[in-house]
């Protein structure tokens, strides 16, 4: 069975970071693209960034751009989200996804496996 389990969540004051990571079970991803998701209460879940299976090329939502990082090992968890400055905008439900493709995308429906999501609170 294909599990994903974020981790890394929590409560954090505005200004400060926090690194979320994900650990995959039950098949490798190494060859799969991987993203960071987050769905706000009362939004809709929108992207956040991904990376391609090398690592090599990698995405982000102009919103986080500058100040998230995201990033993998293939060996051990696959991927990371570094996330620096945080604004209580970015409070959120945060989900890593895997798509069984080495491109990157932005669009929701084009990722096969998802986590349960960890939750991140940025206080003003």
């Known amino acids: 069975q294909v599990q994903l389990v974020e981790s890394g969540g929590g409560l954090v004051q505005a200004g400060g970071s926090l690194r979320l990571s994900c650990a995959a079970s039950?098949?490798?991803?190494?060859?799969?693209?991987m993203g960071w998701f987050r769905q706000a209460p009362g939004k809709e879940r929108e992207f956040v960034a991904a990376i391609s299976r090398s690592g090599a090329s990698t995405l982000y939502a102009d919103s986080v751009k500058g100040r998230f990082t995201i990033s993998r090992d293939n060996y051990k968890n696959p991927v990371y989200l570094q996330m620096n400055y945080l604004k209580p905008e970015d409070t959120a439900v945060y989900y890593c996804?895997?798509?069984?493709?080495?491109?990157?995308?932005?669009?929701?429906?084009?990722?096969?496996?998802w986590g349960q999501g960890t939750h991140v609170t940025v206080s003003s």
């Open positions: 996804a895997t798509r069984s493709s080495s491109g990157i995308t932005t669009m929701i429906s084009e990722y096969d496996y």
């Open positions: 039950g098949r490798t991803f190494s060859s799969d693209a």
